[in-house]
C-alpha cells in the first residue's frame, strides 16, 4: 500500500525485546513539508520507533522510504536513502571546525548525489548548511568549543549536507534556554519545508509552538495523530499524561 508523495510510510512495525512488545504495530506516515512530534510517556517506544526506523534494532512490518523498501538495509546504506538522525547528545568530531565536520558529513552522503557534489558544488552545499542553521561567523571555529545548542545545529547541519529527507531528532532542545529553543524551532521549520522531520520530544511547550502534526505513543502503540489542537482536545491523551 503505497501513499502518494509519503516520504516515509510505516507499516505495522514492531519491535520486541524477549518477549515484550516495545513496539507494537506502529502505523506512521510522513510527507515532504511534516515537521510532526512523536511525544508519549516515558517507555512509550519513541526512540525504539526511531531506532527501528535507522536501523539499530530489528524490527519486523514495512518501512518505505520514497516507496524503497527499508527494513533489511544496513544502517549506514539507510543514510544514503537520506535517512538522518540525531542523538540527544550531539556527536560531532570536536577537534574539527565547524566547516570540516560539514565537509566530512558531505563526504559520507548518499551515493550518487555525492559523486555529482564532487565534481560541482560540494563547497556549496556545505556554504548553504552553514547558512542554514546560522554558523557562518563560526564556519573556522572548532566543534568542541560551540555551545550545547550551536552542537545540535551543527549536527542538524551535518543531515543536510547528507541529503537526508526523513530528519529523526531526539529531543533537540534538551538544555537549551529560550532563545535557542525559538532559534531551532525556526530552524526546524524551514528544514521541514522541503523534507520530513522528526522530533522526539517531552517538552510540550516547544511542540505547541512548532508542530505542525503530532503522533502520540503510548505502550509501544498510536494512541492519537493529529494537529496540536486535535491532540491536546483528545481525553485518551490527556489521560495517559496525567495517568504519569
Ligand atoms: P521512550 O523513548 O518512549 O521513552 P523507549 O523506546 O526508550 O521509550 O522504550 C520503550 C520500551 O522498551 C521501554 O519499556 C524500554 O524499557 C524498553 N526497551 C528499550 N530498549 C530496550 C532494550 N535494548 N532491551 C530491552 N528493553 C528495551
Redesign the pocket.
Known sequence: VQSDGAYLQVRDLTVT?DE?R?VDGVDLTLYQGDLRFLI?P????????VDAITGL?PATGSIDKSGQPVLGVKTHKRARMGIGRTFQTASVFEDLTVEQNLDIAAGAGRGLLTLLRRRKGREAAVAEALETIGLEDLAQTRAGVLAHGQKQWLEIGMLLVQDAEVMLLDEPVAGMGAEERQATGELLQRIAKDRTVVV?EHDMEFMRAFATTVTV?AA?KVLAEGTVAEIQADPRVQEVYLGT
Open positions: 525485546f515484550f516495545a508519549g516515558n517507555g512509550a517506544g519513541k526512540t525504539t520507533v534494532v522526539v505513543l509501544g
